[in-house]
């Protein structure tokens, strides 16, 4: 089982920057991936960006330039890097841990953090 604990998120104003952070805890198999989903109101939730213990990512067209994830392996923690923000990034970020890059079973979850960016 893995505990994720996340900070980090708030309201900025469009072409603002925000950092997320999550820290796992647990069994380190099921975080071999880590990383960030969102979901804005009356949307289902989306990938936005992962990445493996090796250093493989996975990031979304629509924040790829402009989100940077990374990882510290010595820390269990994932960070996101949020450049240039829109309005249409407004959603809750949800930190997620799992065995594997392209597979999402055995996914934990966070309790997701508000991101809010204004016009």
């Known amino acids: 089982q893995v505990q994720l604990v996340e900070s980090g998120g708030g309201l900025v104003q469009a072409g603002g920057s925000l950092t997320l952070s999550c820290t796992a805890s647990?069994?380190?198999?099921?975080?071999?991936?880590m990383g960030w989903y969102r979901q804005a109101p009356g949307n289902q939730r989306e990938m936005v960006a992962l990445g493996s213990r090796g250093g493989s990512t996975n990031v979304a067209d629509t924040v790829k330039g402009r989100f940077t994830i990374s990882r510290d392996n010595a820390r269990n923690t994932v960070s996101l890097q949020m450049n240039s923000l829109k309005p249409e990034d407004t959603a809750v970020y949800y930190c997620t841990a799992r065995p594997w890059l392209q597979n999402d079973a055995l996914a934990s979850w966070g309790q997701g953090t508000q991101v809010t960016v204004s016009s």
């Open positions: 647990g069994s380190s198999w099921h975080f071999n991936t």
